[in-house]
């Protein structure tokens, strides 16, 4: 018996024409999203914890299974393999077709390998994704059997969990960690498992910058930790790099710069849950020659004060050669918002490692933020 380590271009052009030729999209069939699974699998055994990518780039937030907002990435930003795409991660739950977003994912990661790139969120994880909507949809769809959940779950433990850009820019889920000083200390990971409940693996997806503290605190999210400006511009100096990018939080206006640009939050689902309102915006990275601008080669700390000049000057509160292409929700995202009953799992959130913390959190927090802990 022999083990396919790749799928022949006529069989993955095939299933992408099933996902986007059918309204609503067609799922694939049981067989065939074991074959992608596994075959990605064998792929990613090979590829670092932080993979080393090029701009230019178009980063990609969270999607949460709203598979028409995908399309409209595809339709504004460009679509592979002419645009290169880095997806941050939290494909499924919430939305209304986890399987048919993570299923066009697969099958253009493997369609095209060197210009779609995939890490892994929080919600890539089984625990999470049984209580959040992806694996009650697999049993919707899949007539009951959890078949295609396993396969896909196994996949996510693939998944890488960073990246660098041009060596200057380090991509993530969530944030830092407090166990973690160097980006080697990513890489020495054993990835390959379920996203333990703490540790450096579990802060990458689950952590989240805070303009009002110093230093690391804990995380109302239950998981992963709060990280301030003192922080991130250690990591940075000891690491080489100029900012980080990630996703994880939802933004009203599909975005949210901090820190001058120190620190990027990219939120790709529109009307999240159909019913936030918010815009989207994927991140488009063309170049990162900051030299040119500044004069300044050697300067790492270019975000500390006294100032070093590295820090961005124009209204979205990027680095030079960024720019966020904003969205909003597709027309069939409206049509789900009239249409739909319930948000997949929005219900049933309140148990996760056992407490009540989302729940307690809106009940507790003072609205003084527009920052918004969604899981
Ligand atoms: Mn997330």
Redesign the pocket.
């Known amino acids: 018996m022999t083990v396919s380590f790749s799928i022949p271009t006529s069989d993955l052009d095939y299933c992408l024409e099933q996902l986007l030729d059918h309204k609503p999209p067609k799922i694939l069939p049981p067989e065939t999203v074991q074959q992608l699974c596994h075959t990605l699998k064998t792929q990613l055994l090979g590829v670092p914890n932080i993979m080393h990518l090029q701009s230019p780039i178009s980063v990609v937030g969270?999607i949460h299974g709203q598979y028409h907002d995908l399309l409209e990435i595809f339709q504004i930003g460009g679509s592979p393999p002419t645009t290169n795409y880095l997806f941050l991660?939290?494909y499924v739950d919430r939305g209304y077709y986890s399987v048919e977003t993570i299923s066009l994912l697969i099958t253009l990661k493997l369609r095209y390998p060197d210009r779609v790139f995939l890490i892994r969120?929080?919600?890539e994880s089984r625990t999470i994704t049984t209580n959040y909507g992806f694996y009650s949809e697999i049993l919707n769809k899949y007539n009951g059997s959890a078949d295609v959940w396993s396969w896909i779950t196994d996949l996510f433990d693939y998944l890488p969990l960073g990246a660098t850009i041009d060596g200057k820019i380090f991509a993530a889920?969530?944030g830092l960690s407090p166990s973690c000083q160097q980006l080697d200390q990513i890489r020495a990971i054993d990835r390959f498992k379920e996203i333990p409940h703490d540790g450096i693996m579990a802060d990458l997806?689950?952590s989240d910058p805070d303009t009002e503290i110093m230093d690391f605190k804990l995380s109302p999210r239950g998981a992963g930790y709060l990280f301030g400006l003192d922080v991130i511009n250690k990591f940075c100096h000891d690491n080489d790099l100029v900012q980080m990018i990630r996703?994880?939080?939802l933004c009203n206006e599909g975005f949210t710069s901090y820190w001058n640009g120190k620190c990027l939050t990219v939120w790709s689902a529109p009307n999240y849950c159909y019913r936030c309102g918010n815009k989207a915006s994927i991140l488009e990275i063309l170049h990162s020659n900051y030299d040119s601008k500044n004069g300044s080669k050697t300067s790492d700390n270019s975000f500390d004060d006294p100032p070093g000049k590295l820090r961005s000057s124009n209204p979205q509160g990027v680095l030079p050669g960024q720019y966020f292409n904003i969205f909003e929700a597709s027309p069939e995202n409206d049509e789900d918002t009239i249409s739909g009953k319930s948000v997949n799992g929005i219900n049933t959130d309140i148990n996760y490692a056992g407490s009540d913390f989302f729940g307690s959190y809106f009940q507790e927090r003072p609205k003084r933020q527009h920052i918004e802990y969604?899981?």
Do not use: E, K
């Open positions: 969270d991660g939290d969120g929080n919600h889920h969530g997806v689950w996703a994880h939080q969604f899981l």
